[in-house]
């Protein structure tokens, strides 16, 4: 059986473990208070405010929007004009936006700021996608991981601090949230410029594409890849927004949903690094339709066998869902050479976003069947999102030269 994956064909020399571990502490940081933005929401807009919930979802929205759908963009300047600057001041903008936002009093003012925070997201994302892309050298796929790992720490950390410092502070905790992402950032300016010097000496001009077969064959590759991540982006999304409603209708208590949800998120870090480790090794797109496929039965089981396993099964099923993540972002900066920023944006901002948008369409689904019907018919979800890997790169590409990223496709007993 044929087996296709992307790999860059750039020197060994240029991985640096100590370069990509500063890009993730800046994904981790500007995830840290990503992820206390939805808090912060609610409590501002429903709790202080005392607005509707549909100005809750606008101000979600806004920062959907700004933070993740406009990524490509971002991705695409950061191409053509980046600099090891855009980081730590994409993370200083998301850090001081969250400090301030405790303090406002009015809801112009707080979807202003929440404009603010997620642009600096937006140009964080695509600035360090395409560093950890070029200090990863053969080790692509694992860089991505551990890049991908620090956002997923610190989007996990995030809420947990917040909501501590609300009930003890009120709104004004936003500013003690805020010292350590300074402090951050800080540490951010003096340790890029070091990376920007690695990333640099270990360049290669890549030339060519890295397609399958053409450029148009190449968009479709793109397209399917986006598209895959963004219905497992849905599966994922749905199980951590509807996963309460099951418990609490199983008779579980609220702490207990949410504790199994910290559980789902945390777990997927392990998928986060194996993807990466496996996709270098075994090659992106057979890990990734494997993983994808393995996930099913795994989801199912979470409502086919008592309380036990089928907790173990959902915690599994986190795990394989997470492990495309990685080799998905790989492949697609594999046919993007020149554009690396912009594929991640494409992947962590189009993906993302649309795979979000859909959850909220299911919540009309879960009205009329009920959360856990629902969510057993979307554990089906990564099948499609598999079919799409099994259709990239089915034909043989031409190779990209040798300083570009090509297609290996080396074949091995089936």
Same mark, same amino acid.
């Given at each position: ?41 609610f409590y501002l807009v429903i709790k202080q405010q005392h ?46 936006a969250v400090g301030a936002i405790g303090f406002t009093h ?130 994922t999304a749905a199980f951590m927004t509807y996963l309460p ?47 994808? +496929?393995? !996930?099913?039965? @795994?989801? #199912? *089981? ?5 309380? &036990?396993?089928?907790?173990?099964? $959902? /915690? ?68 499609? +999102?598999? !079919?799409?890997? @099994?259709? #990239? *790169? ?5 190779? &990209?030269?040798?300083?570009?990223? $090509? /297609? ?7």
């Amino acid at each position: 059986m044929a087996r296709a994956a992307v790999t860059p064909s750039t020197p060994q020399g240029t991985w640096s473990l100590r370069s990509i571990g500063v890009i993730a502490f800046g994904h981790g940081t500007s995830d840290f208070y990503s992820g206390m933005v939805p808090l912060l929401i609610f409590y501002l807009v429903i709790k202080q405010q005392h607005l509707s919930p549909f100005l809750q979802g606008v101000a979600g929205f806004a920062w959907y929007l700004t933070s993740s759908i406009v990524q490509p963009l971002f991705g695409w300047y950061s191409d053509a004009h980046g600099r090891w600057w855009f980081l730590p001041v994409g993370v200083l903008l998301t850090v001081t936006a969250v400090g301030a936002i405790g303090f406002t009093h009015d809801y112009p003012t707080l979807l202003a700021l929440i404009a603010v925070g997620g642009l600096g997201s937006a140009i964080m994302h695509p600035e360090a996608g395409k560093y950890a892309a070029q200090v990863g050298s053969l080790r692509h796929g694992s860089a991505i991981s551990i890049f991908q790992i620090g956002g997923q720490v610190g989007f996990g950390i995030g809420p947990a601090l917040i909501a501590y410092l609300l009930v003890h502070q009120g709104g004004s905790a936003t500013a003690l949230a805020a010292i350590p992402g300074l402090v951050a950032v800080a540490a951010l300016l003096w340790a890029m410029p070091h990376v920007d010097a690695r990333a640099r000496a270990g360049a290669r001009v890549r030339t060519g594409s890295a397609s399958f077969g053409g450029a148009a064959s190449s968009t479709l590759d793109i397209s399917l890849l986006v598209g895959s991540t963004g219905l497992r982006y849905l599966a994922t999304a749905a199980f951590m927004t509807y996963l309460p409603n099951v418990l609490i209708a199983r008779g579980e208590s609220l702490v207990t949903a949410g504790q199994v949800v910290t559980a789902f998120l945390l777990v997927s870090s392990i998928g986060l690094f194996a993807g990466g480790f496996l996709g270098d090794r075994f090659g992106h797109r057979a890990v990734s339709f494997v993983s994808l +496929a393995l !996930a099913v039965p @795994a989801l #199912v *089981g979470f409502f086919v066998f008592p309380a &036990a396993t089928g907790m173990l099964c $959902l /915690l599994v099923g986190s795990v394989l869902l997470a492990v495309q993540n990685a080799p998905g972002v790989a492949l697609t900066q594999a046919l993007m050479p020149r554009n690396l920023g912009m594929a991640l944006g494409l992947m962590n901002g189009v993906a993302f976003g649309a795979g979000s948008a859909l959850v909220a369409l299911l919540g009309m689904q879960v009205e009329r069947i009920g959360a856990a019907g629902t969510l057993y018919g979307v554990a089906f979800v990564p099948l499609a +999102a598999a !079919a799409c890997f @099994a259709m #990239v *790169g089915r034909r043989r590409a031409r190779p &990209a030269g040798p300083n570009g990223y $090509l /297609l290996d496709t080396r074949r091995e007993r089936s």
